[in-house]
């Protein structure tokens, strides 16, 4: 039987990142295709790929046998391939009836709508899928998961042969989660292929045929989850379950987090020396109700890197943004040197001595626009300049310092920041925290989208600090790094750190805590 | 000079003009007639400045023009009511300050849009005055408050030196006290300055005083020009302030601008409607030409930013 879709080979970089390294792919008619991978694995490159938001570099895609040169977003459509996002793209001000006539009724801009037509079409194909929402509903008063169903009747409706599903359970309810299920099922019965990204392991085997593992942009094999059970299962519509025939399984949890995780700790991190000093930070109970982060109790002494790790979602940014004040905690309390302190806005967080260098560096880590002295001294102008006059030649000095001290790569403290490459960038934005004289530095995802090199020298600097006495919470989906970093790790999992473990961890039981298989 | 080539390229639009006027009319340079041109733009060159700061913090203010109404008719009060000329000049001042107050209150406090907030202001300052002044000059002022007293010649000279005070005190906030360059930095990215411990709603907060402040200053050297107070001043004052600033090489979208940019912007657009007179055009080309030119500083600074990304 002809696939589908093939993928053979495809390769996407994104400036000095290889995002997707030769990977080959292949989904058929009337099975449920997963896709697992750490953060990073390259799982949404892929599916920007299939659903033609990227073009590949090198690689060919065949669609029903048909070898695809230019796959566009729009010819994708055309040839049945409808992605399902966690957040849904729908457009709320309209009803849900216009949201799916916007998927498939022809676009001229002069034809004269059939509301009755339109009404009844919605009305259809909302009941195909089981559900009893109101074509006339407006869409910003339904829920992620009734949004989410109505993306699928979207897809339903436009004869989707491919329908891909992207983390769709992430923010559903138990129940919810067994009625998407359901629909899923439905559509395999039908003939449709399915690509489903999780990271929950149990999702996996409980829906999916097979599961192709991604690590580092580089596909690392497709298993059988369940041979010849796929169709077996399809007779069995309430078979959430894993069955009887669950000793059979070619697959166990085990081996495909063994799969995803399963990579030496190639490159060389600096080693941790000395014995850490006296606690910094302490959280008992910490909570904050606005960004679901609750019961968050962690140490981190001077001279120490804790890493936190975690699968996106787990709570780590929204932990960090906590600590910094911008969402400050509303349970549990917060010590800095034995001081109880309240921190209920970023200003005041820099006053307690604590620095964060954000992870989206591009837009928040630095002000591009601005010459890289003065995003050096934005944090510090009290204490640089008293009595608030700018005294330029402090400013170069310093400004000159940190860009020998840091190795950034470049003469001019006035060029814009906008200038410099990604990881130089993110030395002028940890070099900005680096001159407020923190205690406590918190880094989020501090290598991201930063080439090897860069990787290096920023894990150098990192240790370097801590040795100086400062106490470093990194952030980071990179496991080797948070392996090779961290003094201790902190794994959380559902807005809560679920377990701390010893630096010497190795990656399966880091990946097992964070997906919760432990 | 890469870095200022916005500001020289309308330096050397605005020389290349006058080199013009040298050759073809030689009488725009006589000293009464270059003083007049000047003391016009005075006004004009505070507001601008007060604009500037506050599009740099990527924001907007089109109220502009009623609050100059509203503190020159103060203004006109106070004199009349027998107070010093300095007194007075404080009162349109502070006027002013309140008024950019309200605005910044509303904007920085409420998270309101600049552009609704002070398209609401505009009209009800300018409808308020009109309700109370039902359009009556103030008239019959005491000898001082025209041309502070000093006679034409004296008077134009304390506008010229009264500006180019304000203008240097805003140049040099802005480049070597810290709240200028906050000002720059909430207005490139806003979350980054609040990241970095600045507190945006307060330097939002500040700009739209220190705008209400300068208006009012703006309104004080264009009332003293006058006998009377004409109720109805400062109408569309806002789109010629925003105009110089966005022909100076302010960024509408914040975070980038230089006063000196501004200064050859409000010269380069007051000196349009003379030169016409001069170069015997009718004067009905000078709106549309000023809509040109900053069409074309626009479309530069659009056609830059393509090329670069």
Redesign the interface.
Known sequence: MTPLLKLTEVAKSFGAVQALDGVSFELRAGEVHAVVGENGAGKSTLIRIITGAHQPDRGTIEIAGQRVLHLTPATAHRLGIACIYQQPALFPDLTVAENIALRFEPTLAVRKINWPERRKRAARLLDEIGTALSPDAEMRSLSMPEQQLVEIACAVGASARIVIMDEPTASLTQQEVEHLFAVVRDLRRNGVGLIYISHRLEEVFALADRVTVLRDGKSVGTRQVRGSRGNEAQSNPSGIDRGPAASTETLSESELIRLMVGREVSQIYPPAEGDPGHVVLSLNGVGCAASGIKNVTLEVRAGEIVGLAGLVGAGRTELARVL?G?TPANAGEIFLNRQRVVIS???E???HGIA?V?EDRR????????PLA?NVT??I?RRL?PG???RFGAERRLALDYIHNLAVKTRDPDAPVSSLSGGNQQKVALA?WLA?KPKLLILDEPTQGVDIGAKGEIHKIIRRLAKEGLAVLMISSDLPEVLGMSDRIAVMRDGTIAAILSGRSDGHEVMAVALGQK | MKRHFRELSVAATLALLLLLLAFTAPTFFAKQQLLTTLTTAAPLLIAACGIALVVIARQIDISIGSQFAVCSIVAGLLAKAGLPMPVVALGAVTCGAFLGAFNGALIAGLGLPSIVVTLATMVTWREALRWWREGEFVKDLPEGFQWFGFGQAGGQVTILVGAALVFALVVFTMRHLAVGRFVYAVGSDRESARLAGLRPQWRTFSVFVALGGLVGFAALLNAIRFADVDPKTGTGLEMQAIGAAVVGGVAISGGRGNLWGVLWGVLLLSCIGPALVFLKIPPQWEKAIQGAIILLAVAAEGWKNRKQS
Do not use: D, K
């Open positions: 910094f911008l806005s970023p200003h967080a820099v006053a964060y954000p837009r928040h880590g630095v002000i591009l626009e601005m003065h934005l944090a102008h300049f608030m006059w700018l900005r407020t």
